[in-house]
């Protein structure tokens, strides 16, 4: 496994590394970034190398270019040109909702960064993170009902889980569209900030992630995502594990001092 990953590497991904994240923005803006096979492969590679090397991930798309005028886009969904072409094996093999559930398991947190369309499977590739940040030209929704089919790589369950059944069923069931004002409004993002300023908004909230003992927040996320009937036993066990770590002691050690 390599130490650092490499944007020369791949295709449909920018990326860039630092010590405690790395950056990774989706990079096929002749298709809005539509999330293809080759897009899903790579980010399996990515999500490979964040296993073995534990990290926050900040995922972001295409940025608004001020000279050009040109907008900014997260991921506008899948591609239909593959979508159109997949049958019912395709489906069964779950391409989409695998890489979004790998996503979703990442050690450390993950950040989305959503400017523009997040659409169909984009906007399910943001429902997996556990952090999203917008901006107000952002465009969230499922549209797949409106193509003959459904939302089948997580929004279904995650879409309940982060704003509620009666907004998840307008959104599914209906076809609404969210402005990022909307999404701030109903909790599917946690910020809203203008589009300039949008990636320097994940970097703080990962500077602030950054400076929690990574055991521990790899802990917590870990548990906080267990099922219901697993607490309050799972929580024990993870205190006890952290309660035996060189961090707790230096941390609260440091606290300690501090007061004095």
């Known amino acids: ?34 999330i293809d096979q080759l897009m899903v492969d790579e980010l399996h590679s990515v999500c490979a190398y964040l296993e073995a090397n534990p990290k926050i991930l900040i995922l972001s798309g295409t940025p608004a270019d001020p000279e050009t005028g040109a907008k900014g886009i997260f991921a506008s969904g899948a ?3 593959q979508l159109r072409e997949r049958r019912r094996d395709d489906a069964l093999a779950g391409i989409n909702s695998g890489i979004f559930d790998r996503l979703a398991k990442l050690p450390m947190p993950v950040i989305a960064v959503l400017d523009g369309f997040a659409l169909g499977g984009g906007a399910e590739l ?18 797949e009902t ?7 790589a ?7 889980e982060l704003v509620g059944e009666p907004v998840a069923k307008e959104i599914l069931l209906a076809g609404k569209i969210l402005t990022g004002e909307e999404c701030l409004r109903v909790g599917l993002i946690t910020e809203l900030v203008a589009g300039k300023d949008i990636l320097a908004a994940a970097d703080a909230l ?11 927040v790899r802990i917590t996320k870990s548990v906080f995502h267990a099922p219901r009937e697993a607490h ?4 024990t066990l993870a205190q006890g594990m952290l309660f035996e770590s060189s961090a707790k002691f230096d941390r609260m050690q440091a606290f300690l001092d501090r007061k004095k």
């Open 232 to 235: 309050p036993v799972i929580d």
């Open 79 to 81: 591609d239909i040109k």
């Open 1 to 34: 496994m390599a130490r650092e990953l490499s944007s020369s590497a791949f295709a449909t991904l920018k990326i860039s590394e630092a010590d405690d994240r790395i950056n990774v923005a989706l990079n096929r803006p002749e298709v809005r970034n539509a």
């Open 146 to 152: 409106g193509l003959g089919i459904m939302a089948a």
């Open 126 to 143: 943001a429902f997996a993170a556990d952090f999203r940040i917008g901006t107000p030209e952002l465009r969230m929704g499922n549209p």
């Open 206 to 216: 990962a500077d602030r992630i950054g400076k929690q003992d990574p055991l521990a």
């Open 154 to 160: 997580g929004a279904t369950w995650r879409l309940k």
